[in-house]
T-cell receptor, first 115, second 112 residues
Framework: AQSVAQPEDQVNVAEGNPLTVKCTYS??????LFWYVQYPNRGLQFLLK??????LVKGSYGFEAEFNKSQTSFHLKKPSALVSDSALYFC?????????????FGSGTRLQVQP | GAGVSQSPSNKVTEKGKDVELRCDPI?????LYWYRQSLGQGLEFLIY????????KSGLPSDRFSAERTGGSVSTLTIQRTQQEDSAVYLC??????????FGPGTRLTVL
């Protein structure tokens, strides 16, 4: 079975400060990891993914994430937060082997960036 | 359009009625997924179609839920005898290689 944990329901950060949204995962095979963002009344938008290669992945809107195999983590980061980054963020995983193709999502973390 | 589209955007129904939700994936995408997002919850996988292979129905919560995909393109999710706990946003996604999934705007279902 595969699972994702996002331990923080909400993260508050001041505009201009760095932000981190935490994600840990469990999967039996090779992890394929994803971050999605959801703005109010909108569908999910893809931010970035890790399949293989460099542990540091860069994505849309200045976001990046670091894959850490030993800690089974894939935290989302941004050096300088914007008020417009305020949204709901989801981490997701799938087994990169012959396992289930559907994504397993975390429960989401609401990011609130204060001006 | 270039993205995944879903219809209707909102559906209000009475308990016990059947509903059909439609998804038009991105042209050329061979994989199609249905997820459900309940209020304040994460996304729950429902069903997955890949090309002509048998669908992965492992996420369907009960036999009241079914889905089909015609001609490898449009998909319809059907919920029979709706219950109040079926109220949620139903999201459809498509992908070309089972990796990055592109999501539609969702259908908000309210069962009274």
């Amino acid at each position: 079975a595969q699972s994702v944990a996002q331990p923080e329901d909400q993260v508050n950060v001041a505009e201009g400060n760095p932000l981190t949204v935490k994600c840990t995962y469990s999967v039996s095979g090779n992890p394929y990891l994803f971050w999605y963002v959801q703005y109010p009344n909108r569908g999910l938008q893809f931010l970035l993914k890790y399949i293989t290669g460099d542990n540091l992945v860069k994505g849309s809107y200045g976001f990046e994430a670091e894959f850490n195999k030993s800690q089974t983590s894939f935290h989302l980061k941004k050096p300088s937060a914007l008020v417009s980054d305020s949204a709901l963020y989801f981490c997701a995983v799938r087994d990169g082997g012959t396992g289930r193709r559907a994504l397993t999502f975390g429960s989401g973390t609401r990011l609130q960036v204060q001006p | 359009g270039a993205g995944v589209s879903q219809s209707p955007s909102n559906k209000v129904t009475e308990k016990g009625k059947d509903v059909e939700l439609r998804c038009d994936p991105i042209s050329g995408h061979t994989a199609l997924y249905w997820y459900r997002q309940s209020l304040g919850q994460g996304l729950e996988f429902l069903i997955y179609f890949q090309g002509n292979s048998a669908p992965d129905k492992s996420g369907l919560p009960s036999d009241r839920f079914s889905a089909e995909r015609t001609g490898g393109s449009v998909s319809t999710l059907t919920i029979q005898r709706t219950q109040q706990e079926d109220s949620a946003v139903y999201l459809c996604a498509s992908s070309v290689d089972s990796n990055e999934q592109f999501f539609g705007p969702g259908t908000r279902l309210t069962v009274l």
